[in-house]
Nanobody, 125 residues
Framework: QLQLVESGGGLVQPGGSLRLSCAAS????????IGWFRQAPGKEREGVAC????????TYADSVKDRFTVSRDNAKNTVYLQLDSLKPEDTAIYYC??????????????????WGQGTQVTVSS
């Protein structure tokens, strides 16, 4: 069974940091680009960051550029999203998703084939 599982979410104060993990089971991530998306209450889901299957290319939404960092460890079949300088507006459920590496890595939701269940990130004092 193909599965993505996110972890690492939680409650953090503004300016704090979290590291989210996305672990795959049932398939290897080597052949997939991985994207991170988030959905805040009452808002549409948006793309945050993505990383190519090789790890050589990363893309970020303007709202998180220079604050979030996506990385991957294919040996561990895991992708990470480091969240620094967190703001209250970063509060959302964060999802990881896998996109077939035959295409170019994007932040477009419809390009992604497999999704995790999400992990809650809350930024509040």
């Amino acid at each position: 069974q193909l599965q993505l599982v996110e972890s690492g979410g939680g409650l953090v104060q503004p300016g704090g940091s979290l590291r989210l993990s996305c672990a795959a089971s049932g398939f290897t991530l080597d052949y997939y680009h991985i994207g991170w998306f988030r959905q805040a209450p009452g808002k549409e889901r948006e793309g945050v960051a993505c990383i190519s299957s090789s790890g050589g290319t990363t893309t970020y939404a303007d709202s998180v550029k220079d604050r979030f960092t996506v990385s991957r460890d294919n040996a561990k079949n895991t992708v990470y999203l480091q969240l620094d300088s967190l703001k209250p507006e970063d509060t959302a459920i964060y999802y990881c998703a896998a996109q077939d590496a035959y295409t170019i890595a994007t932040l477009r939701e419809h390009e992604y084939d497999y999704w995790g269940q999400g992990t809650q990130v809350t930024v509040s004092s």
